[in-house]
Nanobody, 124 residues
Framework: QVQLVESGGGSVQPGGSLTISCVVS????????IGWFRQAPGKEREGLSC????????KYADSVKGRFTVSSDYSKNTAYLQMSSLEADDTAGYYC?????????????????WGQGTQVTVSS
């Protein structure tokens, strides 16, 4: 089945930058979409961005526009989330998910495959 693995999380100082990745493997369709989400303790899961990997069409939540950039390398089945101007409020577990319909934007229920997450901590 389809598997997603996030990596690249870690600790960064406020104002810093970090890029995390999502590698998709298994029975991947020719075309699909990747969504990025985050969840902090005591808060609901928040959708951040999504990308249609075949052509790079993207969508962003207002909360991250201008600071986060999503990209993909279709040949490597990999998506990236480049984060800059990080703030303490960005501290969360970050997750990627796949929508096999190849349609964006999607509801969270339509992302049927999820990774286990990677932790991003922003602190002095």
């Amino acid at each position: 089945q389809v598997q997603l693995v996030e990596s690249g999380g870690g600790s960064v100082q406020p104002g810093g930058s970090l890029t995390i990745s999502c590698v998709v493997s298994g029975r991947t369709p020719d075309y699909y979409a990747i969504g990025w989400f985050r969840q902090a303790p005591g808060k609901e899961r928040e959708g951040l961005s999504c990308i249609r990997v075949i052509d790079g069409d993207t969508k962003y939540a207002d909360s991250v526009k201008g600071r986060f950039t999503v990209s993909s390398d279709y040949s490597k089945n990999t998506a990236y989330l480049q984060m800059s101007s990080l703030e303490a409020d960005d501290t969360a577990g970050y997750y990627c998910a796949a929508d096999p319909r190849n349609l964006i934007p999607s509801t969270q229920a339509q992302y049927v495959y999820w990774g286990q997450g990677t932790q991003v901590t922003v602190s002095s």
